[in-house]
């Protein structure tokens, strides 16, 4: 476990009521679009009531577990990152999937 993993889990213990909820998604795990929007949309859904964005400010905060503070640290930079990886490990595994259904029918 990074030093990351572990602030965000005691953060998380921590952190106030959200309202609202994550987007909904129809079909499989992850049935978004490849776009950038629609990364945002996995950002949000994976880490989104640890992130905030202050237009005004054009700045990200982070819940720190007590409250919001600036992202100096560029968390929500490392939390896209990680989406995107996560993206495409999903993708690496249905490739595989689809791999060994054309093994098994012999095509």
Do not use: H
């Amino acid at each position: 476990m990074t030093m990351l993993d572990d602030a965000r889990k005691r953060a998380k213990q921590n952190r106030p009521a959200v309202k609202g909820k994550p987007p909904a998604t129809e079909g499989g795990s992850d049935s978004l679009n490849l776009t950038d929007r629609a990364n945002g949309q996995r950002l949000v859904r994976r880490d989104g009531v640890d992130l905030r964005y202050v237009g005004l400010r054009r700045k990200w905060l982070t819940w720190s577990g007590n409250r919001w503070q600036i992202d100096w640290a560029e968390v929500v930079m490392e939390d896209a990152k990680a989406t995107a990886c996560e993206l495409f490990s999903s993708a690496i595994k249905e490739m595989q999937a689809i791999g060994e259904l054309l093994k098994e029918t012999g095509s």
